[in-house]
């Protein structure tokens, strides 16, 4: 009887899964054994996974749709850091005439980000559509070629605030610091208040709240529930008159625009916006967190995504410093076993997509 | 017996999970004899085979009873290796050629004619030459006794499947020790005078002294070369008769059998003359039941079957009219024209499908029961939304209280409407198909094979249920089914499909002559 439970938790549950929990429920103890700083950790961790959340919320319209997990999300990702130098370039150009406020910046760079998102997203759906099966491999290199060709257009682009542009030369620069315009944590500091040491991040969880309601509204409406059928079964939405791969360029375009929004959230929490290599394995960190929530490469819930934001994104806010209290020459291991989870992660949720 | 049996099969009995699929078969075939073996889909002709040349499928299920005896000698036949060391030859129904290889290398492949060299005396027989020679030679030898021209060198890509066919029947013959051979529905595929040609080097083969096994429902065929023919009907051999002694009316008679239970409107009902739907030169390319050129008309309130052979182009009907495959032709729906190739278009002049296809194309198996019910309805009919502004959002109360409607009417046994259907059985499955169409309230209702694979008090259960919607709504109902009793106790009419056309249409208590011959694609007695 107890082992039948056991058992069938362990198959709902997954083996994968429980181990990543088992490691972060020991990462915790061990925080406390070392005496580090909880509030602390708390406050980070809270930080972060707002900071992550709409990054890996881009992932469940990509999953829903039935393109599978958006390796390619660092399409919307370079979309994001289009917008926000973009908007950086018109604060710096009216400089004198008007100030643009943080929270105006902040808005308008998501404003900006969107037509570009939008086409970039309708073209890269058009593109997974012709290579149905195998999306994953597609939207991958596709990712990696795109952050490099951008790599090149970084240099070229006509943006010429000197917060941005490099000293001497031409191009803009690898870490552009938003110190300067005040948007830096603009939504983490929004109504943000404090529970003994712990800071509450209120502007951007609330932010991320909305997100995910805004995408759970969709999931709902008519064109999300004829997405989620494509998603499920293409040939079963042929048949019921859905327009599949209608469906499936949505699902893309949706996740590359939350992919824009999400890099905006991510930057004006870290402060500085990261070019060049920045987005390259960005999309990684999001598939592994949904994935270690319990989504699979075929079905995904807002569940899961909350669920593994928090999981992964904790295991990365603890694991350093417990390691480097373990001892100083571990200082890497609290980077070595993100890569380590996150990589795993990915490839069990592969050896799965055939099964079931 | 004047000579010695080659082949006996005795009790011969199989059962797949509990479920008889075979009774008791006997079979004695003597050398050079050609024995036919005819019966409907799902008779058992393929399962019988199947243990004849030891595949995996009947092992894996717990093997056989009875046992084979082949030249007196008790054989234990547990591999298709086995099969063809005793010298059973198989001609598959699907060709098993390697496309990319000539006309030769399949016929030698795995049996290569080998020429030693300098290499292969030091590491032995596994690196020798092909000796190419001698395999076009022998492969010459065979396709010349089939009385085929080709040249043995050319690929197989690219052959018509005629001569795909005899370049597997030229592999068996071949075979130096090859005793008997089985061809499986090897007419199915050619034209008639490819068809021709084959039973010619059928009869030719086995005046060599080999011994043809012959399996068909082409009854002229098999009254033109057969000497002996077996018929089975569910699982049971009903009758092996000299071919001297029977005729195409006899065969057809004990291939279809009286299996008749009536359901419904006792009487022969009046039908109105209002067409529902007519079909003009339907034309649906779906592969493996191409549909060429349907004519025909369903009346309102009718409850129309269409039955015949697997593989006839019988499904095919239903799943061009609906827009799956794509279709030619002219389809009116109450006198106005359908635009073809349009599912949703179908749906919205109001049909409504349940597919053959149950987990393929019938189910959102990852979703919850109530989401498969509403979703035609919802996507094409704009029911259960409700509109906010420029958005449509779902009705989540009215999806909840519509699905438990369903549920309690149509019996669905499930842990509640928020359950997936995967983890629904078959029948219960078949409901939920069966509910997603009727919450489009169409006028007509297409149902495909709606009691494959559901077990006994499932399938009555849908068949009241279909009799009930088209009585008590009128509701005009076409269903699909290979299974012609199922036909026969349900419907005012029955179309029988025959090479992807109507052979006929019959009344259910036309005699089974007359539906066996359709069957086998030939005109109805005149004057029955």
């Not at chain 1, 362990?10 to 925080?31: K, Q, V």
């Not at chain 2, 052959?159 to 029947?169: A, D, K």
């Not at chain 2, 130096?176 to 068809?195: G, H, Q, R, W």
Request: net charge neutral; glycine share 12%; proline share 3%.
């Amino acid at each position: 009887m107890l082992q039948n439970l056991a058992a069938k938790f362990m198959t709902n549950f997954g083996l994968a899964r429980l181990i990543i929990l088992g490691f972060f429920i020991f990462l915790c103890i061990m925080a406390v054994v070392f005496q580090l700083d909880i509030a602390e950790l708390l406050t980070s961790s809270l930080a972060r996974i707002g900071m992550w959340g709409v990054l890996v919320l881009a992932m469940l319209p990509a999953i829903s749709s039935g393109i599978g997990p958006n390796f390619g999300v660092s399409l919307g990702i370079l979309c994001g850091l289009v917008g926000a130098l973009t908007a950086l370039e018109t604060a710096f150009r009216l400089g004198g005439v008007v100030e643009l406020s943080g929270g105006v910046l902040f808005l308008l760079a998501i404003i900006i980000s969107l037509p570009f998102a939008i086409l970039t997203g309708i073209a890269y759906g058009w593109l997974l559509n012709r290579v149905k099966g195998s999306e994953m491999m597609i939207a991958t290199y596709v990712g990696f070629s795109m952050v490099s060709i951008m790599k090149i257009a970084w240099l070229f682009l006509p943006y010429t605030s000197p917060e941005m542009a490099w000293p001497i030369g031409r191009g803009v620069r690898v870490q552009i610091s938003l110190a300067g315009r005040g948007i830096t944590r603009i939504l983490n500091n929004f109504l943000s208040f404090n529970i003994g040491d712990v800071v509450v991040p209120t502007g951007l969880l609330l932010f991320f709240a909305l997100m995910c309601f805004l995408v759970w509204l969709f999931m709902r409406s008519k064109t999300g529930i004829a997405m989620r059928a494509a998603g499920d079964n293409p040939r079963f939405s042929e048949a019921a008159g859905i327009n599949v791969n209608r469906s499936r360029i949505i699902g893309t375009t949706f996740s590359t625009i939350l992919g824009a929004i999400g890099i905006l959230v991510y930057a004006q929490s870290y402060g500085f916006i990261q070019l060049y290599e920045g987005p390259m394995f960005m999309p990684f960190v999001a598939v592994a967190a949904v994935l270690i929530g319990g989504a699979s490469v075929k079905k995904a819930s807002i569940t899961h995504v909350v669920v593994g934001t928090a999981l992964f994104l904790g295991i990365q806010v603890v694991a350093i410093p417990v390691a480097n209290a373990f001892t100083t020459d571990w200082a890497s291991m609290g980077e070595i076993s993100r890569k380590i989870i996150q990589n795993g992660v990915i490839l069990y949720a592969l050896t799965q997509a055939g099964g079931d | 017996m004047a000579e010695a049996s080659l082949l006996q099969m005795q009790g011969i009995g199989k059962s797949y999970y509990g479920t008889p699929v075979l009774q008791d078969i006997n079979l004695n075939i003597k050398p050079g004899e050609i024995h036919a073996i005819v019966g409907e889909n799902g008779a058992g002709k393929s399962t019988l085979m199947n243990i004849l040349f030891g595949m995996e499928v009947i092992h894996s299920t717990g093997g056989f009873d009875g046992e084979i005896i082949i030249n007196g000698k008790k054989e234990k036949i547990d591999s298709p290796q086995r099969a063809m060391e005793i010298g059973i030859g198989m001609v598959h129904q699907e060709f098993m050629l390697l496309p990319n290889y000539s006309i030769t290398e399949n016929i030698k492949l795995n049996r290569e004619v080998l020429k030693p060299n300098f290499l292969s005396r030091v590491f032995g027989q596994k690196i020798e030459h092909l000796n190419m020679g001698q395999m076009n030679t022998d492969s010459r030898k065979a396709l010349d006794k089939l009385g085929i021209g080709i040249e043995e060198y050319v690929t197989v890509a690219g052959l018509p499947v005629g001569y795909m066919q005899f370049t597997e029947i030229a592999r068996e013959i071949d075979k130096t020790n090859v005793k008997m051979i089985v061809f499986d529905e090897p007419t199915a595929v050619l034209a008639e005078s490819e068809a021709e040609k084959l039973l010619e080097s059928m009869k030719a083969i086995a005046e060599e002294g080999i011994a043809i096994l012959f399996i068909t429902h082409r009854l002229d065929e098999v009254i033109s070369i057969s000497d002996n023919i077996t018929v089975l009907r569910d699982g049971k051999r009903v009758g092996t008769k000299k071919r001297e002694e029977t005729d195409v009316y006899e065969l057809a008679e004990l291939m279809v059998g009286r299996k008749i239970e009536k359901m419904v409107h006792g009487e022969q009902r009046e039908l109105k003359n209002e067409i529902a739907l007519k079909t003009e030169n339907l034309v649906v390319h779906m592969p493996g039941e191409k549909v060429n050129g349907v004519n025909l008309e369903v009346r309102k309130g009718e409850f129309l079957g269409i039955g015949g052979l697997a593989g006839q182009g019988k499904v095919g009907i239903a799943n061009g009219v609906m827009g799956l495959y794509p279709s030619r032709g002219q389809v009116w729906i109450n006198g106005s024209p359908l635009s073809l190739n349009d599912p949703g278009e179908s749906m919205r002049q109001g049909m409504a499908y349940v597919s053959e296809d149950r987990r393929g194309v019938g189910l959102l198996l990852d979703s919850s029961i109530e989401l498969n019910i509403v979703i035609n309805a919802l996507h094409n009919q704009k029911k259960f939304l409700k509109k906010y502004g420029f958005f449509k959002f779902q009705d989540t109360k009215g999806i909840r209280d519509h699905a438990l409607k369903m549920i309690k009417e149509l019996d669905i046994r499930c842990t509640g409407p928020g359950q997936l259907v995967k983890r629904l059985s078959g029948g219960n499955q078949q409901k939920v198909c069966i509910a997603r169409a009727l919450t489009m309230e169409p006028e007509i209702l297409f149902v495909s094979e709606p009691t494959r694979g559901i077990d006994v008090g499932a399938k009555r259960l849908v068949l009241e249920t279909l009799v009930k919607l088209n009585e008590e709504l009128g509701m005009t109902i076409v269903m699909t089914s290979s299974e012609l009793g199922e036909l026969r106790s349900v419907c005012d009419r029955i179309a029988i499909v025959s090479e992807g056309n109507i052979s006929g249409v019959l009344p259910p208590d036309g005699s089974d002559v007359d539906f066996g011959l359709l069957m086998a694609g030939q005109q109805e007695r005149r004057g029955a």
